[in-house]
């Protein structure tokens, strides 16, 4: 392994390369619930070392190029890229709480939640409020939708912890259920950003970029967060909007439905149409952790509401989901290869 391409790699590291933790999590999930245990579990480790080994690239970068972090975290199209840290551990968490270390989860949520209550206010400030030059909602795409996926990752891991805790039980509901409510209101505020730049600039094919693809993934894990606030033991938050929670979910999923045409469609016109080559980047996994999570959501919604048309059209997506996880995942490998162990030759001349 080159140390030169290391460095290199982790001074251009993607903000949004935890996406590939949230992927690799919620397929996990998926299978697991569809009796493919082992292959699970063998992908929740996966999570693990991926999770493990982007923190110290995180904290590698935060140390040794702090210029590059800080030109993120003013980048409008890679600001929001940053709360995948967040959605990351919660939603490793949620398939840590699976295996009964209900302990592990607890500390993941703290960290997931202190870092989407920090990152809340400053992403938004130094991508968007903090800049001089205007309009910044020329800068808008599908990342920003990672800020309602993070609120909603809070919400589902405090919906499993909640059942299983006797101290932190009213604790745990209040904090899933407000943040499942700031999750749908920013999905609301992304959208009409998002749309504004689609409808007030030229869309150019390399503008529809595989981040716009969280737009659905954002629509899927509120709905998972839905079903399991709505799943939860009793308690006076979740007694007071049980029914607006499930009513909600069921819109937000036929929302989500309806946006999987319009996003291959864009994939078709990116790829197909204005023949844009389609290489390994970290934004792949943007594409992962949606279909993952809309096939999780179908299950987890058609099992909450009594829905069997909505729980089997889930129970297909995740095998959708898997091929494509592991498609992403060869192709990264294959990625990594080439770049940093056994980098290809250049000519001479």
């Known amino acids: 392994m080159r140390p030169v391409a290391v460095e290199q790699a982790v001074a251009t590291l993607n903000p949004g390369y935890f996406a590939l933790v949230m992927g690799t999590c919620i397929v996990s999930l998926g299978v697991h619930t569809n009796g493919l245990t082992l292959l699970s579990d063998v992908m929740m480790w996966v999570a693990i070392v991926s999770y493990a080994v982007l923190v110290a690239a995180t904290v590698w970068r935060a140390v040794a190029f702090p210029a590059e972090l800080r030109a993120d975290f003013t980048d409008p199209r890679r600001g929001f890229g940053f709360f995948t840290f967040v959605a990351g551990t919660d939603v490793l968490g949620t398939r840590i ?5 209900h302990g592990v989860a607890l500390g993941l949520l703290v960290v997931g939640g202190l870092s989407w209550f920090v990152l809340g206010y400053v992403v938004p400030w130094t991508a968007v409020l903090g800049r001089e030059d205007r309009p910044v909602v020329a800068g808008a ?7 309602v996926v993070a609120s909603q990752s809070v919400a589902v891991l405090s919906a499993v912890l909640e059942p299983q805790s006797e101290m932190w039980r009213r604790e745990l509901a209040l904090l899933a259920v407000c943040s499942w409510a700031v999750g749908a209101i920013l999905y609301a505020a992304a959208g009409i950003f998002v749309a504004a730049r689609l409808l007030l600039y030229p869309l150019r094919p390399t503008d529809l970029t595989p981040p716009y693809w969280v737009a ?3 629509t899927a894990i509120t709905v998972v967060a839905g079903a399991r606030i709505v799943e939860m033991a009793d308690a006076p938050m979740v007694n007071a909007t049980r029914g607006l929670v499930a009513g909600v979910s069921v819109v937000f999923w036929a929302f989500g439905s309806w946006l999987i045409v319009p ?6 016109w990116r790829h197909v149409v ?5 290489r390994y980047e970290a934004t792949w996994w943007s594409v992962v952790f949606p279909l993952g999570m809309y096939g999780v959501a179908g299950q987890y919604l058609g099992v909450a509401d009594s829905l069997p048309v909505v729980e089997g059209i889930g129970t297909y997506e995740t095998w959708v989901a898997l091929t494509v996880w592991a498609l992403a995942f060869a192709a990264m490998l294959v990625h990594l290869a080439r770049t940093l162990v056994r980098p290809r030759h250049q000519p001479i001349g």
């Not at 709480?97 to 270390?101: D, I, R, S």
């Not at 996003?263 to 078709?268: E, I, K, P």
């Not at 204005?274 to 389609?278: D, E, F, K, T």
């Open 141 to 147: 795409n599908g990342t920003w939708f990672i800020w």
């Open 97 to 101: 709480a699976l295996t009964g270390q």
């Open 216 to 218: 659905m993934g954002a």
């Open 263 to 268: 996003l291959v469609a864009a994939g078709w």
């Open 274 to 278: 204005h023949r844009i080559p389609l």
